[in-house]
């Protein structure tokens, strides 16, 4: 019999890894989508399946992490040997717009998983993952954090995250459930959301190379972050279910970089090179060479004047509405124990990662280009 997952949060950039990570593993997988008013299943749209085949390896169900009865029915009728509960409103500064609902579906979540496990008697067959975070170290009190730090959160999406991560640790010792957390440093990848920082200036960069965008806005760019790729990542929760011991895991590569050397090294990826003056809401980022060969290999040889023209204009520019109320200002993680106990290495480096998010982004700009071209406008349907 194939082993049985379920993934909350399956239309996500983790969700849609993991689903064709576990399949490619033979599992049969079951994902909760939310309704939504558009199709919002593009990032496993390649794995999906014809409901009228039979012994489907993806079946999606509708569901809600605020919607108890809806959980624990699916609970029910999957009867997963693992359930990976990745769904949440993971937007940091948008929990600071809805703390309310980021309380209830992040915090309150994880709580009605945990609880539907123990009402339908499957404590002893099923594993759970809970997505923990590295936001919830937040206020620096020590360096490189690992899983003895202690926490500090600074916005309503950590402070509901430590919710879940203490109510995974208390159902693990209250009711010996195999539940574990898995304590994650970001983790970036092409299907990473639009308005996360990586993508953000990947898209902008890929768009400014193409000459489709002048500028691109940011908010707090000396704040620190220790990246990776979201393709390591789920392997590591795989791992962490595989263990006879259920345990709380920091998952990171060690490294931290600034956003400002985060969008250096992205112009160089596309073999452009600016630097930063300023300060505050002043500092700006000003184009200052290209190197045509890298530029006309990654980018493409058409659009490579018009990009010299642009030498000596600013590229980047700051706008107070991206800062945050409380920010995290320096992340860096330890994953010795990770390293130590599931035999986790990351295989990506940041450069990788910018490369892979970069080839992806700078194809799907020209496919956007290519139609404004040829005379294709995104549809109006007002028209
Ligand atoms: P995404 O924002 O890409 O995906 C979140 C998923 O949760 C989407 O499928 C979304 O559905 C779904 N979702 C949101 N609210 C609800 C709800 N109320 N009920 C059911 N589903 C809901 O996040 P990531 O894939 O990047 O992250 C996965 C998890 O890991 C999240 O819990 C996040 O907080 C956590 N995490 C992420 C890190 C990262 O760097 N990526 C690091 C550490 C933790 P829809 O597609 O309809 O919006
Ligand atoms: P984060 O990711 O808050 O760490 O949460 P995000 O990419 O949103 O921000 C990282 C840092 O970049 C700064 N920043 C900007 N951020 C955004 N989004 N847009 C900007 O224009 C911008 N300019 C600067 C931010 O201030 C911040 O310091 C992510 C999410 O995936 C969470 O769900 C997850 O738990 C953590 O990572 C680990």
Do not use: C
């Given at each position: 019999?194939?082993?049985?997952?379920?993934?909350?949060g399956?239309?996500?950039?983790?969700?849609?890894?993991?689903?064709?990570?576990?399949?490619?593993?033979?599992?049969?997988?079951h994902?909760?989508?939310?309704?939504?008013?558009?199709?919002?299943?593009d990032?496993?749209?390649?794995?999906?399946?014809?409901?009228h085949?039979?012994n489907?390896?993806?079946?999606?169900h509708?569901?809600?992490?605020?919607?108890?009865?809806?959980?624990?029915?699916?609970i029910?009728?999957?009867?997963p040997?693992?359930?990976?509960?990745?769904?949440?409103?993971?937007?940091?500064?948008?929990?600071?717009?809805?703390?309310?609902?980021?309380?209830?579906?992040?915090?309150?979540?994880?709580?009605r998983?945990?609880?539907?496990?123990?009402?339908?008697?499957?404590?002893?067959?099923?594993?759970?993952y809970?997505?923990?975070?590295?936001?919830?170290y937040g206020?620096?009190?020590?360096?490189?954090?690992?899983?003895?730090?202690?926490?500090?959160?600074?916005s309503?999406?950590?402070?509901?995250?430590?919710?879940?991560?203490w109510?995974?640790?208390?159902?693990r010792?209250a009711?010996?459930?195999?539940a574990?957390?898995?304590i994650?440093?970001?983790?970036?990848?092409p299907?990473?959301?639009?308005?996360?920082?990586?993508?953000?200036?990947?898209r902008?960069?890929?768009?400014?190379?193409?000459n489709?965008?002048?500028k691109?806005y940011?908010?707090?760019?000396?704040?620190?972050?220790?990246?990776?790729?979201?393709k390591?990542?789920?392997?590591?929760?795989?791992?962490?279910?595989?263990?006879?011991?259920?345990?709380?895991?920091?998952?990171?590569t060690?490294?931290?970089?600034?956003?400002?050397?985060?969008?250096?090294?992205?112009?160089?990826?596309v073999g452009?090179?600016?630097?930063?003056?300023?300060?505050g809401?002043?500092?700006?980022?000003?184009?200052?060479s290209?190197?045509?060969?890298i530029?006309?290999?990654?980018?493409?040889?058409?659009y490579?004047e018009?990009?010299?023209?642009r030498?000596?204009?600013?590229v980047?520019?700051?706008?107070p509405?991206?800062?945050?109320?409380?920010?995290?200002?320096?992340?860096?993680?330890?994953?010795?124990k990770?390293?130590?106990?599931?035999?986790?290495?990351?295989?990506?480096s940041l450069?990788?990662?910018?490369?892979?998010?970069?080839?992806?982004?700078?194809?799907?700009m020209?496919?956007?280009?290519?139609l404004?071209?040829?005379?294709?406008?995104i549809?109006?349907?007002?028209?």
């Open positions: 019999m194939n082993k049985v997952a379920l993934i909350t399956i239309t996500g950039q983790d969700g849609a890894y993991l689903a064709e990570y576990l399949i490619k593993k033979g599992y049969t997988v994902g909760i989508k939310r309704r939504s008013s558009m199709f919002n299943t990032r496993i749209d390649h794995l999906y399946q014809d409901p085949i039979e489907r390896n993806l079946i999606l509708y569901g809600d992490l605020t919607d108890s009865l809806n959980l624990t029915r699916i029910g009728e999957v009867q040997d693992e359930i990976y509960n990745l769904a949440a409103m993971s937007h940091v500064k948008v929990s600071f717009d809805t703390p309310e609902y980021t309380a209830n579906a992040d915090g309150l979540g994880v709580l998983i945990l609880e539907a496990v123990r009402l339908l008697n499957l404590i002893p067959k099923t594993r759970i809970q997505a923990s975070t590295s936001e919830l206020l620096v009190q020590e360096v490189p954090q690992k899983e003895t730090t202690p926490f500090y959160p600074r309503p999406y950590a402070v509901a995250k430590l919710y879940g991560y109510i995974t640790v208390n159902y010792e009711y010996k459930m195999h574990s957390n898995g994650l440093f970001n983790h970036e990848s299907l990473r959301g639009e308005t996360f920082v990586t993508r953000k200036v990947t902008a960069i890929s768009r400014i190379a193409l489709m965008q002048e691109v940011m908010g707090n760019l000396s704040s620190k972050r220790d990246w990776g790729h979201a390591d990542y789920v392997r590591a929760m795989y791992a962490i279910l595989q263990q006879d011991e259920p345990s709380d895991y920091v998952i990171a060690g490294i931290t970089t600034t956003i400002r050397d985060f969008i250096k090294m992205t112009f160089e990826e452009m090179e600016v630097s930063f003056h300023g300060e809401v002043n500092e700006v980022a000003v184009l200052r290209i190197n045509e060969k530029f006309k290999e990654k980018v493409g040889e058409v490579f018009n990009a010299n023209k030498i000596g204009e600013e980047v520019g700051v706008d509405q991206y800062f945050r109320p409380t920010e995290v200002e320096l992340l860096i993680g330890d994953a010795t990770a390293r130590e106990r599931l035999g986790w290495e990351p295989q990506y450069k990788t990662l910018i490369e892979d998010m970069v080839l992806s982004d700078v194809k799907l020209k496919k956007e280009s290519y404004r071209e040829g005379g294709y406008k549809l109006n349907y007002f028209e």
